[in-house]
């Protein structure tokens, strides 16, 4: 997960500091599914609020579970993230599931 979240959080902060403003963010399965978080937790305040996020899911086999401690390294807040309304996994709940968002 570390390489995609890295991946992930350079594209949005390119996007931020370049000024750009998309219509839509198009992501594809759990490898950056966790633009979601990021750019509603972070970015969105950054001046991208006219933007979308829309994720595609091909395989809904492959998830990403993950120890919540691991969103800290993105610069996401675990505790806010780790609840049953948020990314917390319904069945594994001491993980978090970045699909989920």
């Known amino acids: 997960m570390r390489e995609f979240t890295y991946f992930s959080r350079a594209s949005l902060d390119y996007i931020a500091k370049s000024g750009k403003q998309p219509d839509v963010l198009h992501v594809h399965n759990w490898e950056t599914a966790?633009?979601?978080?990021?750019?509603?937790?972070?970015?969105?305040?950054?001046g991208l609020g006219g933007t979308r996020v829309l994720l595609t899911c091909h395989d809904f086999d492959s998830q990403c579970l993950e120890q919540p401690d691991k969103l800290a390294l993105c610069g996401l807040d675990p505790a806010s993230l780790h609840r049953p309304d948020r990314?917390?996994?319904h069945t594994m709940t001491h993980l978090v599931n970045v699909l989920k968002k």
């Open 34 to 46: 966790i633009v979601g978080p990021l750019f509603w937790d972070i970015f969105v305040k950054q």
């Open 87 to 89: 990314l917390q996994d």
